[in-house]
């Protein structure tokens, strides 16, 4: 659980002008201001879009349920994780027939990141709990603590979500940065759950060999031969925007969606220096 110090400066951080915030946070990690002006890296290009760019695509998605349907629309042969329950509020919850629920399946909210409760093998959490932790999540706001324009007007729901069953191992998460339509870097997730390791590639799987908070997997993965068709379905997706990060797994040999990020990490995540913070916010011509 987070210290009290620390929910007292979330609490007092949040209520500032996004401009004077997004700045204290940033000095906080980087120990430099944002170029709001002429923003040259990855990181305050992020900032920047959070104060300029208000896109209504942006609140589509980052929707988690709105995302899928309009990833649907825009790519047909992708696979999406079925919705099986969608609720508005905490009383929607007590028509759960939990009966007709599978063995295994996932409780979300769809307006904020980390809000996830995996059930598996039958092993429902009880009514009560599931109602605690639906009203906690809906009150929670992303957009006011790290100034994420993008959450502010998600209509806030909760659902369960289809589990996708990897034979009980944490799937390789593949993340396509895609800048105006192509795709320019690919971050491989692998072994999440066990022992986190992080690979950074260009789009043609040469990895650059440097640490992204986390470790790098080595020997470093070999090229999957589904990437292809994932950069034609993240630069598909992509067309749409200047930049967006496209998660995508490989399930059941179908390409799978994830989730679309449109501020990954906040802004907020170290490069190992600045050069590579710099080299990623150069394809980002936008800004």
Same mark, same amino acid.
């Given at each position: 659980?987070?210290?009290?110090?620390?929910?007292?400066?979330? $609490? #007092?951080?949040?209520?500032?002008?996004? $401009?004077?915030?997004?700045?204290?946070?940033?000095?906080?990690?980087?120990?430099?201001?944002?170029? %709001?002006?002429?923003?040259?890296? %990855?990181? /305050?290009?992020?900032?920047?879009? &959070?104060?300029?760019?208000?896109?209504?695509? *942006?609140?589509?998605?980052?929707?988690?349920?709105?995302?899928?349907?309009?990833?649907?629309?825009?790519?047909?042969?992708?696979?999406?994780?079925?919705?099986?329950?969608? +609720?508005?509020?905490?009383?929607?919850? /007590?028509?759960?027939?939990?009966?007709?629920?599978?063995?295994?399946?996932?409780?979300?909210? @769809?307006?904020?990141?980390?809000?996830? /409760?995996?059930?598996?093998?039958?092993?429902?959490?009880?009514?009560?709990?599931? #109602? &605690?932790?639906?009203?906690?999540?809906?009150?929670?706001?992303?957009?006011?603590?790290?100034?994420?324009?993008?959450?502010?007007?998600?209509?806030?729901?909760?659902?369960?979500?289809?589990?996708?069953?990897?034979?009980?191992?944490?799937?390789?998460?593949?993340?396509?940065?895609?800048?105006?339509?192509?795709?320019?870097?690919?971050?491989?997730?692998?072994?999440?759950?066990? @022992?986190? &390791?992080?690979?950074?590639?260009?789009?043609?799987?040469?990895?650059?060999?440097?640490?992204?908070?986390?470790?790098?997997?080595?020997?470093?993965?070999?090229?999957?031969?589904?990437?292809?068709?994932? #950069?034609?379905?993240?630069?598909?997706?992509?067309? @749409?925007?200047? %930049?967006?990060?496209?998660?995508?797994?490989?399930?059941?040999?179908?390409?799978?969606?994830?989730?679309?990020?449109?501020?990954?990490?906040?802004?907020?995540?170290? *490069?190992?220096?600045?050069?590579?913070?710099?080299? *990623? +916010?150069?394809?980002?011509?936008?800004?």
């Amino acid at each position: 659980m987070p210290s009290l110090q620390y929910r007292l400066f979330s $609490k #007092i951080i949040s209520l500032l002008p996004n $401009k004077i915030k997004l700045n204290i946070l940033f000095f906080r990690r980087f120990k430099r201001f944002i170029n %709001f002006s002429q923003p040259e890296t %990855f990181n /305050e290009k992020l900032q920047v879009r &959070k104060i300029i760019d208000h896109n209504p695509l *942006f609140t589509v998605a980052a929707d988690k349920i709105a995302s899928k349907d309009w990833v649907k629309s825009i790519c047909s042969d992708i696979y999406i994780p079925r919705n099986l329950w969608i +609720g508005s509020d905490t009383n929607d919850i /007590e028509s759960i027939d939990f009966s007709l629920l599978p063995r295994d399946y996932v409780f979300k909210a @769809n307006h904020t990141s980390q809000t996830i /409760e995996i059930i598996r093998n039958n092993n429902h959490i009880s009514q009560r709990k599931m #109602i &605690k932790l639906a009203s906690k999540w809906l009150k929670h706001d992303q957009s006011s603590s790290l100034g994420e324009w993008a959450y502010k007007d998600i209509p806030r729901r909760v659902f369960i979500e289809e589990f996708l069953d990897f034979e009980g191992s944490a799937p390789d998460d593949y993340k396509f940065f895609v800048f105006n339509g192509r795709v320019e870097f690919i971050q491989l997730d692998s072994d999440r759950f066990i @022992n986190h &390791k992080r690979n950074m590639f260009d789009r043609n799987w040469r990895d650059l060999n440097f640490e992204y908070s986390h470790e790098m997997k080595i020997p470093s993965p070999p090229k999957p031969i589904f990437l292809d068709e994932m #950069i034609r379905i993240s630069e598909l997706i992509g067309e @749409n925007f200047d %930049f967006v990060r496209v998660d995508l797994y490989f399930y059941n040999n179908k390409v799978t969606f994830g989730e679309l990020t449109i501020y990954p990490g906040a802004g907020f995540e170290k *490069f190992p220096c600045i050069e590579l913070d710099k080299l *990623f +916010g150069k394809y980002w011509t936008s800004y």
